[in-house]
């Protein structure tokens, strides 16, 4: 039980840590590419923030929803299934 604890956290914290690398890699070596996935982005927290939710909850989401935590969070779970391809054949199941 713990070590099945201990491999989900520590899958968890490696994915975020390769996706920030791969974030810094695409914006370094492919600045117009970076800019343009911002772009995507706030494309999407418009969507998000335009569902027609009551303004009391839609106002919070707007203020915490940022398009670099969007961007992150796509990098992060792209990190996040690249380890899980690389784990699968390893996997007692």
Known sequence: MFLRLLLGTST????????AFALAFVGYNWPD?????????RDLKSVITSTGIDPKYN??????LEERQLLFMFFTIAARILL????????SR
């Open 12 to 19: 968890i914290f490696l994915s975020m840590i390769i996706g």
């Open 33 to 41: 590419t970076l800019s343009m996935m911002l772009g995507w982005a």
């Open 59 to 64: 106002i919070w989401v707007e203020l915490l």
């Open 84 to 91: 899980a391809l690389i784990a699968a054949p390893f996997s």
